[in-house]
């Protein structure tokens, strides 16, 4: 091997490390008995695990239904605004009309404005339309994206434009070109922009904080940090309650790594 490759695969070793040494430690936190993790020097790895505290945030601080909460919305927001999204990128990639280029200029200009500049209007109109403290608050707002509508965009202009000619030839409608031929087609596209919906939903505190004020509806991100709040001290409790909200997405992002790379490596190809 020469000089060169292996200075780069041992600064690719290096770097590696350095990411995940953090979710590592996290998890050998979660293990220790109470106060350990504030021994100086910190230990990295426990002398005797315990699971007292994922018993305590299962028995008493009760954070299977936070995490019930965030599933049920993170899976309400990703099935639907996979379909519109997919509509969106479709209609602008291959269905002509009137003002189709100009308006999707000014969805990428959109694009660049932070999301958090639109919450206080947001917020105020979904007020008006009674959503505040609703899952649909949460949902409704999370149904399409314009990240989501150029992504698919991207992808259905590298497909061949014959297949739709034929497809029209054959007598096929649009809605039925949609679902039978750009569908399946897009899926590896459609497998990426599903995992970004999910962890964005997954991962995402603001906005749920903004919208749900019963505590009872709140997600695991949102009691994560009230929990925060009520034991500070407590760093092995908080580590456990951080290693419960990325398990999750390490699966997931296990499960569907091949569609979500080929995705990643195919949606640029045309602009």
């Known amino acids: 091997m020469r000089y060169p490759a292996l200075i780069f695969y041992l600064v690719l070793s290096l770097a590696t490390a350095a990411t995940l040494f953090p ?6 936190v979660s ?5 350990e993790a504030m021994r100086y020097p910190p230990p990295l790895w426990p ?16 954070i299977a239904r936070y995490a019930l909460n965030s599933l049920v919305l993170a899976g309400a927001v990703t099935a639907p605004s996979v379909l519109v999204n997919a509509a969106a990128g479709y209609a602008f990639a291959r269905l002509p009309f009137v003002g189709r280029d100009a308006l999707f200029r000014l969805l990428m200009t959109f694009m660049v404005i932070p999301g958090q500049v639109a919450m206080l209007p947001l917020f105020l109109l979904l007020k008006q339309l009674g959503l505040i403290n609703t899952y649909a608050g949460v949902i409704v707002p999370g149904l399409a994206s314009i990240f989501g509508i150029f992504l ?18 054959e007598g096929a409608g649009e809605l039925r070109i949609f679902w039978s031929l750009v569908l399946p087609l897009c899926r590896p596209i459609l497998i990426t922009l599903a995992v970004f919906t999910f962890l964005g939903s997954w991962n995402d505190f603001l906005w749920p904080l903004i919208v749900l004020t019963d505590r009872r509806l709140q997600t695991l991100p949102v009691a994560l940090a009230a929990l925060m ?14 290693a419960l909200t990325v398990v999750p997405v390490i699966v997931l992002f296990l499960a569907a790594q091949r569609y979500y790379l080929g995705g990643l490596m195919q949606g640029g190809v045309k602009g």
């Open 31 to 35: 293990l220790m008995p109470p106060a």
């Open 152 to 169: 698919v965009r991207q992808y259905a202009l590298s497909l061949p434009q014959s297949l739709f000619d034929a497809a029209r030839l």
């Open 229 to 242: 709040g009520e034991h500070a001290v407590d760093t092995e409790l908080m580590m456990s309650g951080a």
């Open 23 to 28: 979710l590592v430690w996290m998890v050998s």
């Open 47 to 62: 002398e005797a695990p315990t699971l007292e505290h994922y018993r305590t945030l299962f028995d008493r601080l009760a």
